[in-house]
């Protein structure tokens, strides 16, 4: 297959981008019909309102809960809510200790009643550690007769009856446990039935708030995602910890080491239960992972730490260690602390609250978009006249890829629109409209050095992406920083931000520059009409520049009255790259056509210049290819 010519090779740019938009839109289309999608994104907090929440954490031994303790109920409650697929929520703290939960739109009672549920801690051993994404179970199907010929008489073969698969059982294999570590007592087929399906990669599966049954097996994630968990019963409760801290590791000479640790401390009851602990996993040293146990909070494993060899820990004290930095082992600490006082939600208020900014501001939001827009469109207009619907066409082809993407986001990921989401998008016109102008003046540029379009394209081009790509890299760059360092809905605006630059550079690769490739093709922009924004002589361009005609011929000062080069050169170097011809000084007519040698005569017929006639290229082989006629650089 032969490869795509000059003028084939902006349209398949173009069809591939109205196959990207189609499909966008087509999904859509599918999800409206088939599924729960909707036309219009949903929108946050501050655009629709919602259903706000106030709880009061009690401690159920009656101790007063702590602002460390309030902060870290507020963390438990956002992994619950952001795990359930809930985005844009705010959850806060208030004065006397409570907690308000503010959930955009109409939640769901499941996601309600994972903000209601109070948070555990507990202790097990662990039976069993996977990779977090579901093990592949299914049979292998027993081998088949070989294929060949078969004989017509033989009689068909009788269907074999389909039987229904049984549940696994959830009986164990024996009367009593050994030991709460007993695999073949507490792991029932049904128990590896659902450790083998869980998908600890599925938000889904990261929320929390189900503790299990305290007596039996309990199947569970990493709190990141990192891994699943098969779990004994619970052997220490998490109120049995009197306290949890983060430091630097001691020396045994009585110094200080440089390793981050985490140590925990419990009451007596604890004290005993841990030694036992202790003591039962250090004989199953040689059997990883049945020597390491579980902290289990709000029921996600925060740490599985192992038993160093050896160790029995009678005092009641452990130091967890390992890769730990500071941050993350004061993060352990508070989640230790957390739990070791078991906290209960009272539900002071439920209501549904108003927009706090409502339609009037977002109608406010969008007429400034608006404004902002059509100010571009009549400068374009203004400023590049016919070129200007490009710019115009460009922007509309950006804002139909943004409104995709986000309906899409906002269906399949639960992403909501919010004013400062708004405000990224107004924002996101000035940066797309910078582009174009960008590559436009590089083309006017060069059509001021006396280049044709087609050529001032291609070199316009070569100049103007390299800005591009600079400008919108740091865009993006610092769109990435603000959505990783800001809090709340400034995050709203870093991320339509970073998406519609993003945007950006695919409409100017994708649609912009194939669409200057064909437009430069046509009569209207080619030849330079005075409407239509290129127009060498009202850029500027002085009367005595060079022109390229083709087929390695320049011609100097103004064009001569009935000679238009403008076809022979669309015609020559349709399929050629743009021509980087040297010529020598002089003039001559050698090597004209017929047609260009009736023009020549007729301009010296009219005491023109010599200067206006068409030079030949070098022919003598020892010249130098300098590219320059008298002394100007082409």
């Given amino acids: 297959m032969a490869p795509p010519t000059r ?3 902006p349209v ?7 196959f990207i938009i189609f499909a966008l839109l087509g999904t859509i289309a599918a999800g409206t019909k088939w599924s729960t999608a909707t036309w219009t994104p949903n929108l946050a907090l501050d ?3 919602g259903t706000q929440i106030i709880l009061t954490p009690v401690a159920d031994s009656g101790e007063e809960v702590s602002s460390a303790q309030i902060q870290q109920a507020i963390d438990v409650i956002r992994q619950r809510v952001d795990s359930s697929g809930v985005a844009e929520a705010e959850i806060t703290s208030q004065s006397g200790g409570k907690i308000v939960v503010a959930l955009p739109g109409n939640p769901s009672e499941e996601t309600l009643d994972l903000v209601k549920t109070s948070a555990q801690m507990a202790f097990r051993p662990v039976l069993a550690i996977g990779n977090p994404t579901p093990t592949d179970t299914t049979p292998t199907p027993e081998p088949t007769a070989s294929a060949g010929a078969t004989d017509p008489a033989a009689p068909a073969p009788t269907p074999t009856p389909t039987v229904a698969a049984e549940e696994p059982s959830d009986e164990p294999t024996k009367a009593a446990p050994d030991n709460p570590s007993d695999t073949a007592y507490y792991i029932t087929p049904a128990v590896q039935a659902e450790f083998d399906a869980l998908d600890c990669t599925d938000p889904a599966n990261l929320t929390g708030g189900t503790n299990g049954d305290p007596d039996k097996a309990f199947v569970t994630c990493g709190q990141d995602g990192s891994a699943k968990y098969i779990l004994g019963p619970v052997e220490i409760e998490g109120a049995r910890i009197s306290s949890a801290t983060s430091g630097l590791n001691q020396l045994p000479s009585g110094g200080q080491g440089n390793l981050w640790v985490v140590n925990i401390a ?16 250090q004989g199953l040293a040689a059997t990883p992972p049945l020597n390491q146990f579980a902290m289990v909070l709000d029921g996600l494993v925060i740490s599985a730490p192992s038993l160093a060899s050896g160790v029995i820990i009678a005092d009641g004290k452990a130091e967890i260690s390992g890769t730990f930095t500071r941050e993350s082992a004061a993060s352990l600490a508070n989640q230790l602390n957390f739990g070791s006082l078991p906290l209960t939600f009272t539900v002071e208020s439920q209501e549904q609250i108003s927009a706090t900014l409502g339609s009037e501001q977002l109608q406010m939001g969008l007429l400034a978009g608006l404004i902002g827009l059509g100010l571009v469109v009549v400068y374009s207009l203004l400023q590049y006249r016919a070129l200007g619907l490009v710019t115009v066409a460009s922007l509309v082809v950006a804002g139909l890829l943004t409104y995709s993407v986000i309906t899409l986001l906002s269906w399949l990921q639960g992403y909501r629109l919010s004013l400062p989401g708004v405000a990224g998008l107004i924002v996101a016109i000035g940066i797309t ?33 390299r800005t591009i790509l600079a400008s919108d890299a740091v865009n993006f760059l610092a769109a990435i920083v603000l959505y990783v360092l800001a809090v709340g809905s400034v995050r ?12 950006d550079v695919l409409v100017v690769f994708m649609f912009t520059h194939p ?9 209207f922009f080619g030849q330079g009409h005075r409407l239509s924004g290129l127009d060498p002589r009202r850029l500027g361009a002085p009367e005595g520049s060079a022109r390229y005609v083709g087929r390695g011929r320049v011609v100097h000062g103004p064009r001569p009255s009935g000679v238009d080069d403008a076809p022979v050169e669309d015609a020559v170097v349709e399929d050629e790259p743009t021509p980087r011809v040297p010529v020598a000084v002089g003039g001559g007519t050698a090597g004209l056509t017929i047609a260009e040698r009736r023009a020549a005569a007729r301009a010296a017929e009219q005491k023109a210049t010599t200067s206006d006639a068409p030079v030949d290229a070098p022919t003598s082989e020892s010249e130098p290819e300098s590219g320059r006629t008298e002394g100007n650089e082409h």
Wanted: aromatic share 10%; hydrophobic share 45%; net charge positive.
């Fill in 266 to 281: 419990f009451d007596g009851p604890g004290t005993t239960a841990f030694t036992d602990v202790t003591t039962r996993l």
């Fill in 47 to 49: 655009l629709e309102g």
């Fill in 492 to 503: 709203g605006f870093a991320f339509t931000l970073g998406l519609t630059t993003l945007i």
């Fill in 433 to 465: 409209a910078d582009s174009f102008i960008v590559y436009f003046e590089r083309i006017r540029d060069e059509l001021r050095e006396g280049r044709t379009l087609v050529a001032a394209v291609d070199r316009g081009w070569e100049r103007a992406r």
């Fill in 12 to 18: 398949r740019t173009l069809v591939v981008l109205g």
């Fill in 7 to 9: 003028r084939q090779r």
């Fill in 515 to 523: 669409v200057m490739q064909l437009v430069a093709r046509t009569k």
